[in-house]
């Protein structure tokens, strides 16, 4: 229903593949000054070098700046790589698409073609952000069960059903 008749949520639809296009654009921008900065700690090396060349440091003071802009180096490949599995992470339909209505509209026409299973879960991965299910036993009671939806473009829950009697179950 929602796919046909978003209302207002698809404000808050179009302003989460906003802000997830400025975060991955973000990261990469974090990427390349990381990768950039790995090239730099090279010629670092060189000029450390240079000074023990020329009688300016001695073999002590030199394998401890090698020392420090090894790991300083490690670091930042280890940035880089966080970052590239962050991407990878956040790879997400939405940001295939340049506002809601498009990524809707898409959507849509997926659920109309008798969808795979893999296709269903890629459209709810990318609507739904969490799924809670609460349980509570009050003593002498039955157990309830409440399921809260909360959506990656909704800054509130949008769909809480209210609790269920799941106590015939199989």
């Known amino acids: 229903d929602f796919l046909n008749n978003p209302g207002e949520e698809i404000k808050e639809l179009s302003e989460t593949i906003k802000e997830k296009k ?3 654009q973000n990261i990469d921008s974090e ?3 990381a990768q950039n900065a790995v090239l730099d700690k090279d010629y670092e090396k060189e000029k450390i070098l240079d000074l023990y060349r020329r009688k300016l440091i001695n073999s002590a003071d030199l394998e401890r700046q090698f020392e420090k802009i090894g790991q300083e180096k ?4 280890e940035r880089v790589f966080e970052l590239r599995n962050k991407l990878i992470l956040d790879d997400d339909i939405s940001l295939k698409f340049d506002d809601a209505e498009e990524l809707l509209y898409n959507l849509k026409g997926k659920l109309q073609e008798s969808p795979s299973f893999e296709t269903k879960r890629l459209i709810a991965r990318t609507l739904v952000k969490e799924i809670i299910v609460e349980t509570t036993n ?3 009671e039955r157990p309830l069960t409440s399921v809260t939806t909360r959506y990656t473009f909704a800054n509130s829950v949008m769909g809480t059903r209210a ?3 799941f106590t015939e179950m199989p």
């Open 74 to 77: 490690l670091a930042l490949e």
């Open 31 to 33: 990427i390349k000054m």
């Open 22 to 24: 400025v975060n991955i």
């Open 138 to 140: 009050p003593e002498g």
């Open 163 to 165: 609790p269920a009697d």
